[in-house]
């Protein structure tokens, strides 16, 4: 096996075609580079030609047939699927020597990492060479059975050749060894979710080679463990924490803590440990052919496009799961080779909080992967101005000068070789929603990017994490620990030590703190259940303080203060204990650690946020209100923008300990005397609860919905009535109490439904029993006349739910403005009051022009609408839509993203229809669609008014709204620039 590696020498060096590595018969029978051997002779072209010309020409055939099995013996390996068109597209995209081949193409060919590396050699930044494996080609390799496309391995062949004769060493030489690094590289940025081989090239003989021409024997044994120990885990899939057993166990043989105290003679003996473990593993000894190991690294990281974790993130972050990933094939330079080597990872500008201020971490004597997997706590970049002055500078300036030129904040990676600097990476960093509103203020300031660049850069739902709690500066609480402040915000919940726990504690209601070592890819799940993220190791740059960001989780990283003991499931701080399932709380704004519950605060729409909120008004033409049932949610969603109530639910104020008796009293009445009894009882709350909201919303539109419940949800439980009877029988109370409860028992049988949903709800309710309906127009009425007397402004709307015939609007209708227009006359009052309709019955969609003559505006209730349009029981629906959208029926889950081919077409039919009778009909929806940002953008693009939404989401949708007019504007114009969020 040894031997095979001296053969890329003589192909690197030969004029002529060099000969290519022996591989197994299966892989030789291939019927695509039959073609390749044929065209080496005249008779194959003549062959080849007839057999073009004359497809029965068998004679020809046989020939050529038989010339290739004869030739394949010491043919390359190709795919086994003939793919022409493939075989002539490029593949490979080489930078290197101050020229670049990808530095005009796109992220989505060269994904991010491959676009940065190009574009820095062009720019002459100092660059280890390489080159890239497009995203295209990962593709291929999915659609061809795993298998990579033809052509590929001469155009690697070729990029290889190029890379050794700029680099002055050979891919495979045990004398002047070429090392290279195998990276992932998506055109978005997935930090940690996909895999990364270092140190690659690296056997038995090679190593010798390594270690001479550095004079460095525990510089070559380090790199060789770290290659067989990354490889192990990315290609071969052995689980990575068994080769770090095995370091662990000879730092505690030696008495040592850190990696960096061993010696070359431990690394022998771990090596040696590892290569049983791949022996054992995987059936198979360590490949020691350096084209093998390249090869298998490449199919590797395609492969890791989608391994669980990459899935997961993909979805967590609502990209694309076609795109595919590039590699990048670069020349290895190193960090670990003493003190006046280092590596590090930085931001141009502080992800977390947004600031202008140079951003990182490096650790000396080290490989990268030590920084970003926190196994050593790395020190601040800013030492690496005392340390290295002249490299320290030259970083900050070619950094602000890739800040300029992307006009966005860069993530770079930077590893500093015997006083070197070369640059690895560079690409848009990932930061908090707070630090990417600041960044996109400030840009606008610093006029690098337009309003609408900076609103673009925004994703709209992740606004989601401005809106989280801080710890309440009038709180007293003792700090128990402190570490970095990864990740801002406050979390509290129980201590949870794994991902799969935090992922069940989660889905059982719970709210739990992830408390790891460190944290790593496989997590991902666990840090998404999570309330907040802590960890005993890693830094600012570390897998846990990147992902907590991106997610808005807050995190405290690197709190060296505790010691965790997964194992048994417990943390120490000092003597103090901390156990699975304490409540502990973390504030990842200022690093600190608390134990219990402490009291947070709610954010406002404040600083740059603010700004930032009114620069998307300024664009923005559909309107916002918010869905809100209190005085308390009316004030919250105003103070986010909402510009009025558009579905206020009267059902929810009959929940109250006070009220709900009373309210089983009115559905249990057996006559029209006793209901309008408990219907008197009830008038003063809600003419109360409508007060307060009117105040709340004092010169802005509020929509009331009348009562609108499934009846169930207010009866008492019949189970618990039979109990209760029985009860009463047992311990021999007198029969007027065993009656009553027989005759709540009955009332409830007498108004069981088989689908609630679809029984005795909404205007079937009030035309059934009008009393009701006219208690709560009498409360409505009330509450706004006498808040119009004391010059205050409302605009009530009320709205009549359920309706599917315009018979039941007119009837409810007639109720509305018979009771309304007597109060108006009694307290003589000057308000203005409209009636409408909330549509969520697909036949009100159908005959909306019917529908409209009655109806002052239309509300699409869309949860009601998806429900009834799709037969999906929006309770019970999610049992089986994850397996929907997991097998791809489903793009997205229609409950949370308005499922617009089909319910969307009963929303523009029934807009267009509604409106073709009376023009100046006002059109909302008041779903939780309206919170959704695609779904918003479906609501401007068809002429909708407004969207209701929820108080958090009112953000969301304003800054949804504006990037829908922005995204027409520049659809509209033909080659206009394509803006995308970051």
């Known amino acids: 096996m040894v031997a095979k590696a001296k053969k890329p020498k003589k192909r690197a060096t030969s004029k002529k075609k060099p000969k290519a590595k022996k591989v197994s018969k299966t892989k030789m029978a291939k019927s695509t580079k039959a073609k390749k051997v044929a065209?080496?002779?005249?008779?194959?072209?003549?062959?080849?030609?007839?057999?073009?010309?004359?497809?029965?020409?068998?004679?020809?055939?046989?020939?050529?047939?038989?010339?290739?099995?004869?030739?394949?013996?010491?043919?390359?390996?190709?795919?086994?699927?003939?793919?022409?068109?493939?075989?002539k597209?490029?593949?490979?995209?080489?930078?290197?020597?101050?020229k670049a081949e990808g530095h005009k193409e796109d992220k989505y060919l060269l994904g991010g990492k491959g676009k940065g590396l190009a574009d820095m050699t062009h720019a002459g930044i100092p660059v280890p060479p390489g080159f890239t494996i497009t995203a295209d080609v990962c593709r291929e390799y999915y659609d061809n059975n795993m298998q990579v496309p033809d052509g590929l391995d001469e155009q690697i062949e070729k990029a290889m050749t190029k890379l050794e004769k700029d680099t002055g060493m050979k891919f495979g030489d045990p004398e002047n060894p070429l090392l290279v690094s195998v990276r992932s590289g998506a055109a978005f940025s997935m930090p940690g979710m996909m895999d990364t081989v270092l140190n690659l090239g690296l056997n038995s003989e090679t190593l010798q080679g390594l270690i001479k021409k550095t004079d460095n024997e525990r510089f070559g044994y380090d790199n060789y463990r770290r290659f067989i120990g990354m490889f192990g885990n990315v290609v071969l899939g052995i689980d990575k924490d068994i080769f770090e057993e095995v370091i662990t166990k000879k730092k505690k043989q030696r008495k040592i803590r850190q990696d960096t105290s061993l010696s070359a003679d431990d690394f022998k003996s771990i090596i040696k440990s590892f290569k049983k473990i791949v022996k054992d593993k995987s059936g198979e000894e360590f490949p020691e052919d350096p084209w093998k190991q390249l090869e298998m690294a490449r199919d590797a990281v395609f492969r890791s496009w989608n391994n669980p974790r990459a899935i997961t993130y993909r979805k967590l972050n609502d990209l694309p799961g076609d795109l595919g990933t590039a590699v990048n094939i670069q020349t290895m330079v190193y960090g670990n080779m003493g003190d006046t080597s280092a590596t590090g990872v930085g931001f141009t500008r502080n992800p977390s909080s947004g600031e202008k201020e140079f951003y990182g971490e490096y650790l000396t004597n080290a490989q990268g992967e030590d920084v970003v997997a926190g196994i050593r706590t790395p020190k601040p970049i800013i030492e690496l101005k005392k340390e290295m002055p002249s490299v320290y500078k030259q970083l900050v300036d070619i950094t602000n000068k890739l800040e300029?030129?992307?006009?966005?904040?860069?993530?770079?990676?930077?590893t500093i070789q015997e006083g070197k600097l070369y640059m690895l990476q560079t690409r848009a960093g990932k930061r908090t929603t707070p630090a990417a509103v600041k960044i996109a203020v400030d840009m606008v300031r610093e006029k690098l990017i337009s309003k609408e660049e900076a609103l673009m850069r925004i994703v709209p739902k992740d606004l989601d994490q401005l809106l989280h709690p801080r710890i309440d500066p009038k709180a007293e609480y003792d700090v128990v620990a402190t570490g970095l402040t990864a990740s801002p915000g406050a979390a509290c919940g129980k201590v949870i030590f794994t991902a799969d726990q935090a992922v069940e504690a989660s889905e059982s209601g719970e709210k739990v703190i992830l408390v790891r070592t460190e944290t790593n890819p496989d997590d991902i799940h666990g840090m998404f259940a999570a309330e907040g993220i802590l960890t005993s190791r890693g830094g600012?740059?570390?897998?846990?303080?990147?992902?907590?960001?991106?997610?808005?989780k807050p995190c405290v990283a690197g709190c060296e203060d505790i010691r965790v003991y997964e194992s048994q499931r417990q943390f120490a701080i000092g003597t103090l204990i901390v156990k699975e399932g304490d409540m502990i709380t973390i504030n990842g704004t200022t690093g600190e650690v608390m134990l219990g519950e402490i009291p947070t605060i709610e954010p406002e729409l404040t600083g740059e946020f603010g700004e930032f909120m009114d620069w998307a008004d300024e664009y923005r033409t559909l309107g916002v209100r918010t869905n809100a049932d209190t005085p308390n949610d009316a004030t919250t969603a105003r103070r986010f923008g909402a510009e009025g109530i558009g579905l206020c639910r009267t059902e929810h104020m009959f929940f109250a300990e006070d009220r709900l008796p009373v309210v089983q009293q009115m559905i249990l009445a057996d006559t029209t005397a006793e209901r309008q009894a408990a219907l008197d009882k009830l008038m003063p709350f809600q003419k109360s609860d409508f007060t307060g909201i009117f105040k709340a919303m004092e010169g802005l539109p509020v929509t009331i919905r009348t009562l609108d419940p499934p009846l169930h949800e207010f009866l008492p439980n019949a189970d618990e009535v039979k109990a209760k009877i029985k009860k009463l029988i047992d311990d021999g109370a007198d029969e007027e109490k065993i009656g009553k409860q027989e005759k709540i028992l009955a009332r409830i049988q007498d108004l069981h439904e088989q689908n609630p949903m679809l029984g005795h709800r909404g205007c079937r309710l009030g035309i059934t029993f009008p009393e009701i309906?006219?208690?709560?127009?009498?409360?409505?009425?009330?509450?706004?006349?006498?808040?119009?007397?004391?010059?205050?402004?409302?605009?009530?709307?009320?709205?009549?739910?359920?309706?599917?015939?315009?018979?039941?609007?007119?009837?409810?209708?007639?109720?509305?403005?018979?009771?309304?227009?007597?109060?108006?006359?009694?307290?003589?009052?000057?308000?203005?009051?409209?009636?409408?309709?909330?549509?969520?019955?697909?036949?009100?969609?159908?005959?909306?022009?019917?529908?409209?003559?009655?109806?002052?505006?239309?509300?699409?209730?869309?949860?009601?609408?998806?429900?009834?349009?799709?037969?999906?029981?929006?309770?019970?629906?999610?049992?089986?839509?994850?397996?929907?959208?997991?097998?791809?029926?489903?793009?997205?889950?229609?409950?949370?993203?308005?499922?617009?081919?089909?319910?969307g077409q009963l929303v523009q039919m029934g807009t267009e229809k509604g409106r073709s009778v009376n023009k100046d009909l006002k059109v909302g929806i008041c779903g939780e669609h309206g919170g959704d940002p695609a779904s918003v953008e479906f609501c401007y693009k068809t002429g909708l008014n407004y969207v209701s939404c929820s108080p958090f989401r009112v953000p969301i949708a304003r800054l949804a709204a504006a990037q829908a007019v922005i995204k027409e504007k520049h659809e509209k114009k033909k080659g206009s620039k394509t803006y995308t969020t970051a």
């Not at 300029?404 to 930077?414: C, G, H, L, P, T």
């Not at 600012?540 to 808005?552: F, I, L, W």
């Not at 007397?789 to 018979?807: A, D, R, T």
């Open 540 to 552: 600012m740059t570390s897998h846990a303080a990147v992902v907590a960001r991106g997610m808005g």
């Open 89 to 98: 597209m490029k593949m490979v995209y080489y930078f290197g020597a101050g």
């Open 404 to 414: 300029k030129f992307y006009k966005d904040v860069q993530d770079f990676e930077f």
């Open 39 to 87: 065209k080496k002779t005249a008779t194959k072209a003549k062959a080849a030609k007839k057999v073009k010309k004359a497809k029965t020409a068998k004679k020809a055939k046989a020939d050529k047939k038989a010339t290739a099995a004869k030739k394949t013996k010491t043919t390359k390996k190709t795919t086994t699927t003939k793919r022409t068109k493939t075989s």
């Open 773 to 903: 309906t006219e208690m709560q127009i009498r409360a409505i009425i009330k509450a706004a006349c006498d808040l119009a007397k004391k010059g205050k402004k409302v605009f009530p709307e009320i709205m009549i739910p359920l309706v599917g015939n315009v018979k039941e609007l007119e009837n409810q209708k007639e109720v509305a403005v018979r009771v309304a227009e007597e109060i108006i006359r009694k307290t003589k009052a000057k308000i203005e009051y409209k009636v409408g309709t909330m549509i969520e019955v697909p036949r009100a969609a159908l005959t909306a022009d019917e529908v409209a003559s009655q109806a002052d505006f239309f509300s699409f209730g869309t949860n009601d609408l998806t429900q009834m349009t799709m037969g999906f029981s929006r309770d019970d629906a999610g049992k089986f839509l994850k397996y929907y959208i997991d097998k791809g029926i489903f793009e997205k889950d229609p409950f949370v993203t308005l499922d617009q081919t089909g319910v």
